[in-house]
C-alpha cells in the first residue's frame, strides 16, 4: 500500500482502466484513496467471452462479485454511490443491476451469518457464500 502512496492520481486512474477485472480486486486492496470515477471505472468491467462457458470453473456472475466485494470493502459508502450515478447515466453494463442487487444479498447472508455466529471470524470468500445460498 505505501508503494502506491507516492503514484500520481493520474496515473493511478489509469491503472485501474487498463486493468482486467482479475487484477481490479488485488489493485482495490493497495489504493490508499480514491475518488468515485475510480470506482465507476472499476465497476464498468465486464467478465470475457469465454466465461460465458458453463465448463469453466468461474463464471461472469462470480468474477463481478469478486470485483463488487474488493470495491464494496475499500469504501462502502464511494461503491453504493458509483453504483447509483452508473445506473443513473445509463453507463451501466448489461445485467450490472441484476448482479448488483445479487451482491446486496450476499452481503445481507454476510449480516445474517455474523449475527448467528458472533464468535467466528468472518473472512468468508464470495464463493463460501454462494455454496451456501446453493443449500
Known amino acids: 500500500m505505501e508503494a502506491l502512496q507516492e503514484v500520481s492520481p493520474e496515473l493511478i486512474r489509469q491503472l485501474v482502466e487498463t486493468a482486467d477485472i482479475y ?9 490508499p484513496s480514491g475518488t468515485m470515477d475510480l470506482v465507476m471505472a472499476a465497476l464498468v468491467k ?6 460465458q462457458n458453463p465448463q469453466y470453473e468461474q463464471n461472469p456472475q462470480l468474477v463481478r462479485d469478486r470485483l463488487f ?13 458509483a453504483v447509483a450515478k452508473l445506473q443513473e447515466l445509463g453507463l451501466a453494463p448489461p445485467g450490472f443491476a441484476t448482479d448488483h442487487s445479487r451482491f446486496l ?13 458472533p464468535k467466528a ?11 451456501l445460498r446453493d443449500l
Open 23 to 31: 487484477d481490479t480486486p488485488k489493485l482495490f486492496a493497495l489504493l
Open 46 to 51: 465486464e467478465a470475457p467471452p469465454y466465461e
Open 69 to 81: 466485494y474488493a470495491v464494496h470493502s475499500w469504501n462502502p459508502d464511494v461503491f453504493l454511490d
Open 105 to 117: 444479498e450476499l452481503l445481507e447472508d454476510k449480516k445474517l451469518l455474523s449475527s448467528l455466529y
Open 121 to 131: 471470524k468472518v473472512a468468508l470468500d464470495i464463493r463460501d457464500l454462494e455454496a
